[in-house]
């Protein structure tokens, strides 16, 4: 069945500093929808970052990703990390209509 | 930012009781999901709709579980005896043609 891999339980880093987020998948949909979602403390996931389009780079609020279907894969990456963005980063594949496949999660945890 | 709306967003409930949440979906958004969250931040589909028809659901939702969508009504999911194993954090999701977006959760925590 379909699954997202997301290989580091935990990330901690000092501010200012790249981060750097793994996600793989498996589906056998040809064109999947793949999401990252931003979970804070005590709060909902957000939509960080969506793609369909192979090869693709999208961003927002300083953080960016590429769909490598050749790969699999759909890596979430910013230059410069900040306190704020301690949280829980799950990568996520939809293929429409369906539930969505999350990933375990990563903890991303930003000191001074 | 979401405009999904879930109420309550604290229950607290006795073991046996029923427990009921609602969810509003982000208008015009046909499609309408419900997870479980647990403490270790794992996520469990439970059932999802188009309009008012089941697409999907898993076999725990077809026990204790009810959910529904009526048309021109909130949403809801609804736990008939409720176990301490339910504890959890319900996210309600919708979707118009691609990406869900989640609601703020109902936390239910059962004595």
């Known amino acids: 069945g379909d699954s997202v891999t997301q290989t580091e339980g935990l990330v901690t880093l000092t501010e200012g500093l790249p981060v750097m987020l793994n996600c793989t998948y498996q589906t056998i949909y040809s064109n999947p929808f793949l999401f990252w979602y931003v979970q804070h403390l005590n709060e909902s996931p957000r939509l960080l970052l969506k793609?369909?389009?192979?090869?693709k780079r999208t961003e927002h609020q300083g953080f960016h990703a590429t769909l490598h279907k050749s790969s699999s894969s759909f890596h979430l990456q910013k230059s410069s990390a900040q306190l704020s963005d301690s949280a829980l980063y799950y990568c996520?594949?939809?293929?429409?209509?369906?539930?969505?496949?999350f990933g375990t999660g990563t903890t991303v945890s930003v000191s001074p | 930012n979401s405009k999904v709306i879930q109420t309550p967003r604290y229950l607290v409930k006795g073991q046996g009781q029923k427990a009921k949440m609602r969810c509003i979906p982000e208008k015009g958004h046909p499609v309408v999901f419900w997870y479980q969250q647990n403490k270790n931040n794992e996520f469990k589909f439970l059932i999802n709709f188009q309009n008012q028809e089941v697409l999907q659901q898993i076999d725990m939702t077809e026990k204790r579980f009810s959910a529904e969508c009526p048309s021109n009504s909130p949403c809801s999911l609804e736990i008939q005896s409720s176990e301490a194993g339910d504890s959890a954090l319900y996210l309600c999701a919708s979707a118009g043609t691609g990406e869900q977006y989640f609601g703020p959760g109902t936390r239910l925590t059962v004595l």
């Open positions: 793609s369909f389009t192979d090869n």
């Open positions: 996520a594949l939809y293929q429409g209509g369906r539930a969505l496949i």
